[in-house]
């Protein structure tokens, strides 16, 4: 039965979650908040292991989610599921989009599908903010000045461009380095 639930839940996200894998965020934490599955803490960490780990953040974080609740099969299912309707759709849409792409009907619906994915993209945003910068569990005042830096580090690809791997890099390094200042 909790595969079926499983397929369900991720089939209804991967249907739903416009914008790219941070959009499946807010469907997952709904779905571990209805369930039970896992902690929201839990859940960060397992986008955050998501995110440095090649793959896309929404099908890592569906297969963390899934092994978490049913093992292997569950990874697959969930995998899967998610997967599924991105795949049904673009046939759909591959078919459809080259005989209507000028049609006003369908710049009008991609005009609105683009906020859909930045309002959800920005709730991910806020929600792992929240999380991790200021848990309610424990305020540490040194949180502050690592989202400082962040802020500061949005900055630097504005004056020069920088490999995105020292980024990644320097965010492990602080990320080991906070817990003991």
């Not at 859909?116 to 305020?139: D, K, Q, R």
């Amino acid at each position: 039965m909790i595969y079926l639930l499983l397929f369900w839940e991720f089939f209804k996200t991967g249907l739903l979650a416009f914008g790219g894998g941070l959009a499946t965020v807010p469907f997952l934490q709904r779905m571990v908040d209805t369930h039970g599955w896992m902690s929201q803490a839990e859940l960060m960490h397992s986008i955050t292991a998501g995110e440095s780990i090649p793959g896309p953040i929404g099908v890592n974080a569906a297969t963390y989610v899934g092994f978490h609740v049913g093992g292997v099969w569950g990874a697959t299912v969930a995998t899967f599921a998610l997967v599924l309707p991105s795949v049904i759709v673009m046939i759909f849409v591959a078919r459809a989009l080259s005989r209507f792409r000028d049609a006003p009907l369908v710049q009008k619906l991609f005009s609105v599908l683009r906020p859909v994915s930045l309002g959800l993209i920005a709730a991910t945003a806020f929600a792992m903010l929240m999380e991790t910068v200021f848990p309610a569990s424990s305020f540490n005042p040194w949180n502050l000045g690592v989202l400082a830096v962040l802020i500061a580090c949005l900055q630097i690809p504005k004056v020069k461009k920088w490999d995105p791997i020292l980024f990644i890099l320097g965010g492990g390094l602080l990320g080991l380095l906070v817990p003991f200042v």
